[in-house]
């Protein structure tokens, strides 16, 4: 099939509706899941091999490095793979994205030493910055957004199987195969992805003619990793008020401020600065924050709780969020139906938050009597929540702006989202610490203190060598740790839930009937 392209290459396109199109659609669209299935499952997949590599590799010191690496390179360069689909064609930089991913995922694998590992990582992490955006902004190109929301039920799914298979098959694969393996795993996979995206997905090419903005992406990065690594050391490598979080606070803010200002002067911005005029995009750019804060935070101390305090087993982690995840697909998948069905979608931003916020409450509330039963209803009410949110954000964002701008306006979504996770796990962290570490001392006085003194985040096997005594007022701190955690949640939720009310239900372009994008690539019926 030819490049589609104006003029008789979107005629023929568009012929093509009826014939073979809507089975190579559906191919991509599969591809796309795969890719997007390799950047959310690595992280899961790795954290439980961590303890595996750090015993054949040493280097416990740097262990956290591993994650923070990709964490970094992931933040730092999704707004340039946005800009860079918009101005040379998403085809080529997602498939980009795709080989410099499985380039990272190999050499990790082959690692020597920590160091490596963590250089490596950050070569992985670059590559699935472009993942999750090509992603996103391929979808926005080939769908129209009255449309698109059929789909969102396979973005919450690809989530949830992720975070709850993702432990297992890391588990699996470690004590099978070796934690290598946890690396090598992504490069069938992502050969398959780009086979298929290779073959079948055709693109208009772009040639822009103005220079990439270095300046603007060095501030950017600059400015990111700075806020990163104050989310990421903040409290548990240096105390909050010290002098490298302060340092590391200035060099952040002053290089966003640099960043917000040249972005004005730049002939082709990194972030064109007019997608924040329209009001429902920067509404949606918060609510995606909020929910990344909340979302994140949830996903790490609810099975610390379980576990801690409720006896559960950390083999099967990933199914104690099973009640959240569930929920969130299936309404992820209701709301996904019903926009398609009736372009209305003010309603799901209002209800999500109000939903997150009530379930939030309700966590905030489980103590050590609490049955599992009654935090899985809990639970689900907070995945009922993110489900009404999580993919309505990117679709009123892509709806918001024009399609030139697709790539930046799915990569800053995307970035304002993996931000707000950042923020919540450091915030709601800081705050269990600390309360965790308070309770001990309460309750068990000077042996408190000491169990607690190196982490408040104590392992199965810590946990059972403690007294009696010391035990069980360590369930009692973490218990009141979530507490107080859930409720900072609760509070955040609300302020989502009063963005939400001011989103304007602006008509999704596209109708029911298949119509030729503005790049000529017919759209999927």
């Not at 959310?40 to 750090?54: R, S």
């Not at 060095?218 to 979080?245: C, H, K, P, Q, R």
């Not at 800081?430 to 408040?456: H, I, P, Y």
């Not at 360590?474 to 989502?496: I, K, R």
Request: charged share 10%; net charge neutral.
């Amino acid at each position: 099939m030819a490049e589609a392209g104006a003029g008789p290459g979107a005629e023929q396109g568009a012929a093509e509706v009826e014939g073979k199109q809507p089975r190579s659609v559906r191919v991509v669209l599969l591809a796309l899941m795969i890719a997007m299935l390799l950047a959310m499952l690595d992280n899961m997949i790795v954290g439980t091999a961590m303890p595996t590599i750090v015993g054949e590799l040493g280097g416990l010191e740097h262990l956290s490095w591993v994650v923070t690496a990709y964490t970094l390179a992931t933040a730092a360069s999704t707004p340039i793979w946005g800009k860079l689909g918009d101005m040379y064609g998403r085809k080529g930089v997602f498939m980009t994205s795709i080989v410099l991913f499985l380039i990272g995922s190999a050499l990790s694998g082959m690692a020597q030493d920590m160091g490596q590992l963590i250089g490596f990582r950050a070569i992985q992490g670059l590559g699935a910055g472009g993942l999750m955006v090509g992603v996103m902004a391929i979808i926005g190109d080939l769908i129209p957004p009255r449309e698109r929301g059929k789909y969102q039920g396979m973005m919450a799914g690809v989530m949830a199987l992720a975070m709850i298979g993702g432990p297992l098959v890391g588990g699996t694969i470690t004590d099978h195969w070796g934690w290598r393996w946890s690396f090598y795993i992504n490069l069938p996979l992502g050969v398959v992805a780009l086979i298929a995206i290779s073959a079948v997905l055709h693109l208009p090419r772009k040639r822009a003619q103005a220079r990439i903005d270095y300046l603007g992406a060095g501030l950017l990065t600059v400015g990111i990793t700075a806020i990163v690594l104050v989310t990421t050391w903040g409290g548990t490598e240096y105390a909050w008020g010290s002098a490298m979080i302060m340092e590391l606070i200035g060099i952040g803010v002053a290089s966003l401020v640099g960043f917000l200002f040249w972005q004005t002067k730049a002939a082709a911005p990194v972030v064109p600065l007019h997608i924040f005029r329209s009001g429902n995009f920067s509404l949606m750019s918060v609510i995606g924050f909020i929910a990344g804060f909340v979302m994140f935070g949830a996903v790490l101390f609810l099975p610390l709780y379980q576990q801690s305090v409720q006896g559960a087993s950390a083999t099967n982690s990933g199914l104690l969020l099973l009640p959240m995840l569930g929920a969130m697909l299936v309404t992820s998948m209701v709301a996904g139906r019903v926009t398609t069905n009736t372009g209305h979608y003010k309603a799901f931003p209002i209800v999500g938050s109000a939903l997150m916020a009530v379930g939030l409450y309700l966590l905030s509330l489980m103590d050590t009597d609490t049955s599992r039963l009654t935090s899985g209803v809990y639970m689900a009410v907070v995945g009922a929540g993110m489900g009404c949110l999580m993919q309505i954000t990117m679709l009123v964002s892509q709806n918001s702006v024009e399609m030139k701008d697709m790539g930046v306006a799915s990569s800053t979504t995307t970035l304002f989202r993996t931000l707000g996770s950042s923020f919540g796990v450091a915030i709601m962290g800081a705050l269990f610490n600390s309360r965790v570490q308070d309770v001990m001392a309460e309750r068990a006085g000077a042996l408190g203190s000491k169990v607690t003194e190196q982490s408040a985040q104590l392992d199965a096997a810590s946990l059972a060598k403690l007294p009696v005594a010391a035990r069980e007022a360590y369930q009692h701190a973490v218990s009141a740790g979530t507490h107080s955690a859930f409720l900072l949640g609760a509070v955040v939720a609300v302020v989502a839930l009063v963005a939400a009310v001011f989103v304007k239900e602006v008509p999704l372009r596209g109708g029911s009937a298949p119509t030729p994008t503005e790049t000529g690539f017919p759209m999927l019926p």
